[in-house]
Nanobody
Framework: QVQLVESGGGLVQPGGSLRLSCAAS????????MGWYRQAPGKQRELVAE???????NYTDSVKGRFTISTDNAKNTVYLQMNGLKPEDTAVYYC?????????????WGQGTQVTVSS
């Protein structure tokens, strides 16, 4: 059973930056799709970014050019660098690990980390 632990959330002013980390309990990145999702109050959970073996990445349109997903294989950690944060980025951010042939709902989830963008 894969375990994921997120960290790095917090309160930041608009235009600021945060880096989220997701530490996996074992080596995953060669066989799993790693993703960051977020859920704002009253809204459905949505994909923010994902990365696959080989470094292929995918971002939701609203974060393109501002967020960057990356992995550190030696540390079994996936990161989400968030720059130019906006109030609409406020949400609980979740890390997900899934096999390529299944949907994220059937993958492993972390406990979530709160990101609040406010002045």
């Amino acid at each position: 059973q894969v375990q994921l632990v997120e960290s790095g959330g917090g309160l930041v002013q608009p235009g600021g930056s945060l880096r989220l980390s997701c530490a996996a309990s074992r080596s995953l990145f060669s066989r799993y799709v790693m993703g960051w999702y977020r859920q704002a109050p009253g809204k459905q959970r949505e994909l923010v970014a994902e990365i696959r073996n080989g470094g292929n990445t995918n971002y939701t349109d609203s974060v393109k050019g501002r967020f960057t997903i990356s992995t550190d294989n030696a540390k079994n950690t996936v990161y989400l660098q968030m720059n130019g944060l906006k109030p609409e980025d406020t949400a609980v951010y979740y890390c997900n690990a899934r096999r390529l042939w299944i949907g994220p709902e059937n993958g492993a989830w972390g406990q979530g980390t709160q990101v609040t963008v406010s002045s």
